[in-house]
């Protein structure tokens, strides 16, 4: 087996065995997230007006939710049976996928705007060129992504 196949198929298998905690623990994450709100409804603002959004690595669905909620039709791709499941379960209406970032379960420029929460962080640097150029695939022409991946809050002392 290659490599880069076992390193994902550890990462599907690590978040399959923790997907009802993690469903719990960031289920209300958005909450206390003013910037990602702000920012997250202004890539849905942006998207083209009925296209479909995808939340890449969505986990349990939570930020498809939330946009879904203002409107958008969210789409959740995620690498685990799990978080999907969570996902279809919690937030039936967000359509979910399993899928991988270097293989989107998606047609050429279905998306109007993609999101990936902290989802390349488990890519190795080798993959973000494929990756990507699968994110450019999905995506319609003068499109948007947001690819956050670390947040930092600084303490007041």
């Known amino acids: 087996m290659e490599w880069p196949v076992s390193r994902h198929h550890a990462v599907r298998r690590s978040y399959d065995a923790v997907a009802g905690q993690y469903t719990e623990c960031f289920r209300d994450e958005l909450a ?3 910037l990602d709100r702000a920012l997250l409804a202004c890539l849905a603002e942006e998207a083209e007006a009925g296209a479909p959004v995808a939340d890449l ?9 939330w946009l879904a909620g203002r409107g958008v039709a969210a789409v959740g791709i995620d690498l685990s049976p799990g978080m999907i499941a969570a996902g ?3 937030y039936p209406q967000v359509q979910f996928r399993e899928g991988d970032l270097l293989r989107l379960p998606a047609a050429d420029g279905e998306f109007g705007a993609a999101v990936a929460f902290y989802s390349v962080i ?3 640097p080798a993959e973000l060129g494929r ?3 699968e994110v450019h695939r999905v995506l319609r022409p003068a499109r948007f992504c947001w690819l956050p991946s670390i947040s930092v809050r600084r303490s007041g002392t």
Do not use: D, M
Request: hydrophobic share 35%.
């Open 122 to 124: 488990h890519l190795e």
């Open 32 to 34: 206390a997230k003013p």
């Open 57 to 65: 690595g969505c986990g349990p669905g939570h930020v498809a939710a």
């Open 131 to 133: 990756a990507f150029g």
């Open 88 to 90: 279809r379960r919690n």
